[in-house]
């Protein structure tokens, strides 16, 4: 999808979502892994447990922020229900320190699970799990199909990507006027090898968009305008814009 079509479809009606039929009902659970006595326990939803192709969204909430409201709110899993994917949202760490290593143990406990393909794996990061996120994804050896990153802008640029891979961050008014949304736009189109830059303004999301970058790699910095932030909070429908990304996206 070329660039003028990927943000004009940010914002389109979620009804447009293609029907879901299954024949089973869906299946809410929950699912403790541990590293070095420490337990991380995710929140599992998966509507159509019969489709064994669906992808997977891991989500990484903000530490303060309590997985079942992030399932339930920002349109996950009404998004998850239209259009059948499992969802894993990790509950807050014990330890912030050993966040990536036990979201890291997590993905690969679910890929186990559900017999996953890593292309099937997007990773995304709201608020300070946005740190957790690009932390374990940039430093896998393989990177998922997709990483979007909600709400702020963090983590230093990785030496290389997955071909293919592309890396978003979606903000607010307040970060996209700050100087480490300046200085992570400099230093990822920098380190990428950028070489073609796309910005403007549609249906309210100011974008900035750098293709042609190393390893076939695209670094894309949106601003959501008229919200100071961006989050499960803020009314958006997190889920919808999300999957219009990596739709455009696709690897």
Same mark, same amino acid.
Request: with cysteine.
């Given at each position: 999808?070329?660039?003028?079509?990927?943000?004009?479809?940010?914002?389109?009606?979620?009804?447009?979502?293609?029907?879901?039929?299954?024949?089973?009902?869906? =299946?809410?659970?929950?699912?403790?892994?541990?590293?070095?006595?420490?337990?991380?326990?995710?929140?599992?939803?998966?509507?159509?447990?019969?489709? !064994?192709? /669906?992808?997977?969204?891991? !989500?990484?909430?903000?530490?303060?922020?309590?997985?079942?409201?992030?399932?339930?709110?920002?349109?996950?899993?009404?998004?998850?229900?239209?259009? &059948?994917?499992?969802?894993?949202?990790?509950?807050?760490?014990?330890?912030?320190?050993?966040? &990536?290593?036990?979201?890291? !143990?997590?993905? @690969?406990?679910?890929?186990? /699970?559900?017999?996953?393909?890593?292309?099937?794996?997007?990773?995304?990061? !709201?608020?300070?799990?946005?740190?957790?996120?690009?932390?374990? #994804?940039?430093?896998?050896?393989?990177? *998922?199909?997709?990483?979007?990153?909600?709400?702020? =802008?963090?983590?230093? *640029? *990785?030496?290389?990507?997955?071909?293919?891979?592309?890396?978003?961050?979606?903000?607010?008014?307040?970060?996209?006027?700050?100087?480490?949304? @300046?200085?992570?736009?400099t230093g990822?189109?920098?380190?990428?090898?950028?070489?073609?830059?796309?910005?403007?303004?549609?249906?309210?999301?100011?974008?900035?968009?750098?293709y042609g970058?190393?390893?076939?790699?695209?670094?894309?910095?949106?601003?959501? #305008?008229?919200f100071d932030?961006?989050? *499960?909070? @803020?009314?958006?429908?997190?889920?919808?814009?999300?999957?219009?990304?990596?739709?455009?996206?696709?690897?």
């Amino acid at each position: 999808m070329r660039y003028g079509a990927f943000i004009s479809s940010l914002l389109l009606m979620t009804g447009c979502a293609s029907h879901q039929s299954t024949t089973e009902k869906p =299946v809410l659970e929950r699912m403790t892994v541990s590293y070095l006595g420490v337990d991380q326990l995710a929140l599992l939803y998966d509507p159509d447990p019969t489709n !064994i192709s /669906k992808p997977l969204w891991l !989500i990484i909430p903000d530490q303060d922020s309590n997985a079942e409201t992030v399932l339930q709110s920002s349109g996950f899993r009404s998004g998850a229900n239209a259009n &059948p994917r499992l969802l894993a949202v990790l509950y807050p760490a014990q330890d912030p320190l050993e966040a &990536p290593k036990l979201a890291e !143990i997590t993905l @690969s406990a679910l890929l186990r /699970k559900q017999k996953s393909e890593l292309s099937r794996v997007y990773v995304i990061g !709201i608020g300070s799990g946005a740190d957790t996120a690009l932390a374990f #994804t940039l430093s896998r050896y393989t990177k *998922p199909a997709g990483i979007a990153v909600i709400g702020q =802008v963090s983590g230093d *640029p *990785p030496e290389t990507l997955e071909r293919g891979t592309t890396t978003a961050f979606l903000v607010g008014e307040l970060a996209a006027n700050s100087d480490e949304m @300046s200085l992570a736009a400099t230093g990822w189109a920098a380190a990428m090898r950028c070489g073609t830059v796309v910005s403007g303004t549609v249906e309210g999301i100011r974008q900035r968009g750098h293709y042609g970058c190393k390893d076939g790699a695209t670094v894309l910095f949106g601003t959501v #305008t008229g919200f100071d932030d961006i989050g *499960p909070t @803020s009314r958006l429908n997190l889920s919808f814009l999300i999957e219009s990304y990596f739709n455009a996206y696709a690897r």
